[in-house]
């Protein structure tokens, strides 16, 4: 089992910027890879960012690419969402989720493919 609680969500303006965080327990966080996921009311869970299990790959849905930013420390066991000129669109419940992955196999980016899940943060971006 791995337990995944984020934090980090809040009410900001246009243009403004939030980051988000994933505290990971009760596994060896290393061995997984870890991902963002978005839901806005009314429409599916939509993927955001996924990142591997070193850090060193890292993919984005094209609506958040060249404004948000997915990182992991993997001594604190937390994956981060740094989200920068935010915009009305990207108002949702965001979630962390995780997924044991072999060092080398490709990045998931569909939310059947994650096993674990956080419980979300709201994020609000008003116009």
């Known amino acids: 089992q791995v337990q995944l609680v984020e934090s980090g969500g809040g009410l900001v303006q246009a243009g403004g910027s939030l980051r988000l965080s994933c505290a990971a327990s009760?596994?060896?966080?290393?061995?997984?890879?870890m991902g963002w996921f978005r839901q806005a009311p009314g429409k599916e869970r939509e993927f955001v960012a996924a990142?591997?299990?070193?850090?060193?790959?890292?993919y984005y849905a094209d609506s958040v690419k060249g404004r948000f930013t997915i990182s992991r420390d993997n001594v604190k066991n937390t994956v981060y969402l740094q989200m920068n000129s935010l915009k009305p669109e990207d108002t949702g419940v965001y979630y962390c989720?995780?997924?044991?992955?072999?060092?080398?196999?490709?990045?998931?980016?569909?939310?059947?493919?994650?096993?674990?899940w956080g419980q979300g943060t709201q994020v609000t971006v008003s116009s």
């Open positions: 989720a995780a997924v044991p992955r072999r060092i080398g196999q490709a990045l998931a980016v569909a939310a059947r493919q994650y096993i674990y």
């Open positions: 009760g596994r060896t966080f290393s061995n997984y890879a």
């Open positions: 990142i591997s299990r070193s850090g060193g790959s890292t």
